[in-house]
């Protein structure tokens, strides 16, 4: 049984966003086999409640402030000029952690240092320096949730305004050379698909996808005649924002056009201020900002939207529609990476009058909807079950890649 130290940038409860979900199973599946601590930074909105959650099955469980402002991040900007690292990377360093991590190293020993996403990198090297002695070396595992230079890549072929498409490839230049250099650095890297691999050049890297627990959520039973079209996600993640802009300005006023009694339902944290205005003007649209009880919305749905045009790894969103049996319409980019299967599991569409064209496909079509749920809800049972697929883990924290502790290995032997 090895002795994990696992780094998070968000707290991994609840499950309302698709870091928070990987974190949380890879959490899971840990704690069964080793002694894990978990070291996360905290928000506002982080309760207590979800941080006694957590200590049920990890041997610790602490925290560190995540501050977030304009001043915060125009300062981190101006040290990315200097250090000429990404702004990402540098909006995340903060005294705080430095200081949690200062006393964690003090008062244990780890044979592992887990960094959840690449925003953690920094932290686990600067804890394997301090660990570091005579035979003693922790083994370095980074679990990389998505490229990051493609997603901001992505978001620079999107932005219409040249100043902005100027930064954003800059930032996504730097973002590859930091990941490229990170990931060089770790004794283990874990992509969620076979493309953020490729990406990288790294065959002997793992690839373990995102999974959930479809046992725990029962099929959604939604009324005779659905009406909803429904986003689900974080809209401070500007991919997220960028996708629902797009629907808003570009898909919807067609589907409304053809089914006057549809509504768009925006539901998601921090909602940009432009979206919120935009959406005031159109018909039919509503942002209700973060939910509790997503269940009302989900059984009034028609169709499940991904409208992304930006991303990385794998969008969690897809895996939560197909849990729920609700019939799914995507790009191609928010089905990347995922076992999808046009016209079986998911529609997908990339241009907007085709998108619009596959939504009001399932108001016309009940039992293609059905059809699409079922195969949907099939899929995650057989492929995106933790029970199932993060036993893969193991090639991870097996034994024979176990930590150069000498003494401590004769001992618990």
């Known amino acids: 049984m090895a002795r994990i130290l696992f780094l998070t940038q968000v707290l991994p409860y609840p499950l309302n966003s698709g ?12 704690t069964q086999h080793h002694t894990v601590s978990l070291v ?22 602490q925290t560190a402030p995540m501050h977030r402002s304009r001043r915060l991040t125009a ?21 705080a952690m430095y200081q949690l991590l200062e006393q ?6 780890y044979d592992y240092i887990h960094a959840d996403q690449t925003s953690m990198v ?35 072929e999107a932005q219409r305004n040249p100043v902005m498409h100027r930064l954003l490839q800059r930032e996504a230049k730097r ?22 691999r490729a990406d990288f050049d790294l065959p002997s890297a793992a690839v373990i996808p995102i999974c959930r627990e479809p046992a725990a959520q029962p099929v959604v039973q939604t009324i005779d005649r659905p009406f909803r079209v429904t986003f689900i996600g974080p809209l401070h993640w500007p991919p997220n924002a960028d996708g629902v802009r797009w629907m808003l300005h570009e898909i919807w006023p067609r589907i409304v056009a053809h089914k006057p009694h549809a509504r768009l339902t925006i539901i998601g944290a921090d909602p940009p201020a432009d979206l919120i205005e935009a959406s005031e003007s159109a018909l039919n649209v509503e942002v209700t900002g973060y939910v509790d009880d997503l269940l009302p919305y989900l059984a009034e749905t028609a169709a499940f939207i991904v409208p992304l045009r930006a991303g990385g790894g794998m969008r969690v969103k897809i895996i939560d529609g197909w849990t729920w049996g609700l019939p799914i319409v995507s790009t191609s980019v928010g089905a990347e990476g995922i076992e999808t299967q046009q016209g079986r599991n998911i529609l997908l569409a990339d241009g907007p009058v085709e998108f619009a064209d596959r939504v009001l496909d399932l108001f016309s079509a009940p039992a293609l909807a059905d059809s699409l749920g079922a195969s949907g809800r099939a899929t995650v049972e057989e492929q995106y079950d933790w029970l199932r697929v993060y036993p893969a883990w193991a090639d991870v924290y097996g034994e024979d890649e176990a930590p150069l502790v000498i003494a401590e290995m004769m001992i618990h032997a």
């Open 19 to 30: 870091a928070k979900v990987r974190a949380y199973y890879v959490l899971r599946y840990l």
């Open 40 to 61: 996360s930074f905290i928000r506002a909105n982080d309760s207590e409640d979800a941080v006694a959650h957590l200590r049920q099955f990890c041997a610790s469980v």
């Open 75 to 95: 300062t981190a900007a101006l040290r990315s000029l200097g250090t000429g690292l990404p702004l990402l990377i540098e909006r995340d360093e903060t005294a």
């Open 104 to 109: 964690v190293v003090a008062e244990g020993e």
């Open 122 to 156: 920094r932290y686990a090297r600067w804890v394997q320096d301090r660990l570091v002695g005579p035979g003693i070396k922790p083994v370095l595992v980074l679990d990389a949730h998505n490229a990051l230079f493609k997603v901001v890549t992505r978001l620079a």
């Open 175 to 196: 973002l590859a050379r930091y990941e490229k250099e990170a990931y060089a650095r770790f004794d283990h890297v874990v992509f969620v698909t076979e493309e953020d």
